[in-house]
């Protein structure tokens, strides 16, 4: 998952180009680069690191022309080096790369047999020696463009610059995203719409196949059989707002401090104003042709759908099958009838769940997904979409997305559970009114920051945390797991407080931390006794309850935080700000990069 931008411009390109990347860092920071033509010359300039390395050498070493193109990379082939990092060059060819090229082994292996030699151990580099070879066999740039893209396998986003040719990108999309933006006069190209909403808000996004041969007044978007297609242009609306930090000091704090407003956003977008219905778009989802749903994400959404299982289960008495997509995709399931297959990605990019989306196609009798971005992939490719409108989510850690798609799901369920007749028409009233209770409940737990700040330091020293929870409260004990590690490099894992015995329980010493996520629900007896186990071992108990479960059970454990009392079925929901606040405080006391952690990218658009 890397970042890639071109422009054809009337200014200089090298400042739109950084400011363009800065706008996609978050799909990678191994290293950057740009390329232009100055002067009909191609030149560029790289630097290994996050992309404000890059900016610093263009002071220095300043690279002029109005054309050019720029990568933010996430290292796939080859270590994070300055002769690794994009553009890629040989020849008058240089080219920017999201994705990967499944097949590059055996182009370098035909051109080596060729004479060509290689400078790097990239993927990459093979897409621009193709090019170049083509070019040497007398095609045009553009002829050679289209020669190598149809020899590439696997899944990319391209954007080739050619030297001497200062009014031509030419682009392609494979499995990656890819958009163009049309300004007056001059055109860009870019991985998503963030990226190019400085400058120009029209947009057109590429199919899967398309390539498109871009001059500052013209875009001609051929598909993969090399037929001339028309895509539309779109107008996309950005809040450039919601792309800054707002204040904070860094885009995680400033997107938990969102949840209220973008979930209460959410809330309204499906439920009636008079709160007796829900609404769905598109002719909705009749849950009463269904036996089954089968649930499909990565990472934080996975643990939305595990949660969403209990709530499916419990009310709207659907068998509810939870799977990561890395694993459904292979293990190949047989696909029922009457089976409603639904994903769920923030970004709509993940790969992995892009490509279950796509073994589902044809098997399922309905393709539902829940995503953060309604131009994605996926959403594109699903029956129905369903946006989380939880506004452009720029920290790795995911944050508001997850509250947000717990509430879409929430309101699913409620659909569901209300269509089969599994509730009636006041229950369901209740339960959307107890629903719209929680943007203030979430605001009050965020008013706890203070206190989790305080047992943050402490939690920092650790070197390994458990995490455990029982119902649906263990699908968040594993996102309050997934947030710690990934971004304070703690090792840590969510466990079945029922499971703590069944061997977990031999790691428990003075030394691990175990957090407890117990609202003082009708399981909240069951977890205690899993936490006299614990303490009885002089293990060190972090206890997250309301203040009745506090009250009840808080005696003797390390560390205490208190929630705000919410109902049992949407605790969950209210239960992911003290895992992600946890998490970020830890993280900022042991000084880790919160919103770039090492070694990720918030959207993994390779598998
Ligand atoms: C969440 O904090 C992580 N950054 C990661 O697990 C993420 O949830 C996962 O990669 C799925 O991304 P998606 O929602 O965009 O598909």
């Known amino acids: 998952m890397c970042g890639i931008v071109g422009v054809l411009g ?3 390109a090298a400042p739109i180009l950084v400011e363009a990347l800065k706008r996609l860092e978050y799909r990678g920071y191994d290293s950057a680069g740009i390329a232009t033509i100055n002067n009909g010359i191609l030149d560029r300039r790289r630097a290994v690191g996050k992309l404000v390395n890059l900016s610093d050498l263009l002071v220095h070493e300043p690279l002029a022309g109005k054309a050019g193109i720029g990568h933010t990379r996430w290292a796939t082939h080859g270590a994070p080096t300055v002769g690794n990092a994009h553009p ?5 060819v240089a080219v920017v790369h999201n994705g990967i090229v499944e097949n590059f082994r055996e182009l370098r292996a035909e051109m080596a047999q060729k004479g060509i030699e290689f400078q790097t151990e990239t993927d990459t580099e093979t897409i621009a020696l193709l090019a170049h070879h083509y070019i040497t066999q007398g095609l045009s740039p553009r002829d050679a463009a289209r020669e190598t893209i149809a020899r590439l396998e696997g899944a990319f986003a391209l954007c080739f610059l050619f030297d001497g040719e200062d009014d031509l990108l030419i682009a392609a999309r494979k499995g990656s995203p890819l958009a163009i933006g049309h300004g007056e006069g001059e055109m860009f190209v870019g991985s998503d719409a963030i990226a190019l909403a400085l400058m120009t808000d029209k947009i057109t996004y590429l199919e899967e196949g398309d390539w498109a041969i871009v001059t500052r007044n013209s875009v001609e978007i051929r598909d993969a059989e090399d037929h001339q297609v028309h895509r539309p242009i779109k107008t ?13 000091k860094h885009y995680m704090a400033k997107e938990i401090s969102e949840q209220p407003t973008v979930m209460g956003e959410a809330i309204e977008h499906y439920i009636t104003a008079d709160g007796t219905e829900i609404i769905l778009p598109d002719g909705g989802i009749d849950f009463t042709k269904f036996d089954r749903i089968t649930m499909v994400a990565c990472g934080t959404a996975y643990l939305a759908c595990l949660t969403a299982k209990y709530w ?3 009310v709207a008495r659907l068998p509810v099958e939870v799977d990561v997509a890395s694993e459904f995709r292979y293990r190949e399931p047989p696909i029922p009838a009457r089976t409603l297959a ?3 990605s923030q970004s709509g990019e993940t790969a992995d769940t892009l490509a279950a989306l796509r073994y589902c196609q044809g098997k399922a009798d309905m393709i539902v ?6 131009e994605s992939s996926i959403a594109r490719e699903s029956d129905l979409a369903l946006p989380i409108l939880a506004g452009t989510e720029i920290g790795v850690a995911s944050t508001k997305a997850f509250t947000c798609q717990l509430t879409v799901m929430a309101s699913l369920m409620l659909k569901a559970a209300q269509t089969r007749g599994e509730i009636s028409n006041d229950v369901l009233a209740k339960q959307l009114a107890t629903l719209r209770t929680l943007p203030g409940l979430l605001s009050l737990a965020i008013n706890t920051g203070p206190e989790v700040k305080a047992v943050s330091r402490k939690l920092a020293e650790a070197q390994d945390v458990l995490f455990l929870g029982r119902g649906a409260m263990f699908p968040l004990a594993l996102e309050g797991a997934l947030k710690l590690k990934e971004i304070s490099y703690i090792h840590a894992e969510g466990y079945a407080s029922g499971e703590l015995k069944h061997g977990p329980i031999a790691l428990i010493d003075k030394m691990m931390p175990v957090v407890v996520m117990a609202p003082r629900d009708t399981l909240f007896d069951k977890t205690v006794s899993n936490m006299q186990e614990v303490m009885a071992r002089g293990g060190k108990v972090l206890l997250i ?14 560390e205490t935080l208190t929630m705000p009392q919410v109902d049992d079925l949407f605790a969950p929901i209210l239960y992911a700000v003290p895992a992600q606040m946890l998490a970020y405080h830890t993280a900022i006391a042991k000084g880790t ?3 770039q952690p090492r070694n990720l990218a918030k959207s993994v658009t390779v598998e």
Do not use: C, M, Y
């Not at 890629?88 to 008058?92: D, I, L, M, S």
């Not at 309850?545 to 390390?558: P, V």
């Open 236 to 248: 996309v609306n950005i809040d450039s707002t919601r792309v800054e930090k707002g204040g904070h």
């Open 593 to 595: 990069d919160v919103d």
């Open 312 to 314: 499916f289960e419990q």
């Open 10 to 12: 009337d200014h200089e």
């Open 545 to 558: 309850s309301d203040a009745q479960g506090i009250k009840e059970a808080g005696e003797g454990t390390w």
């Open 342 to 344: 639904l994903f769920v």
């Open 88 to 92: 890629h060059k040989a020849g008058p």
């Open 369 to 374: 997904s829940v995503v953060n971005v309604p």
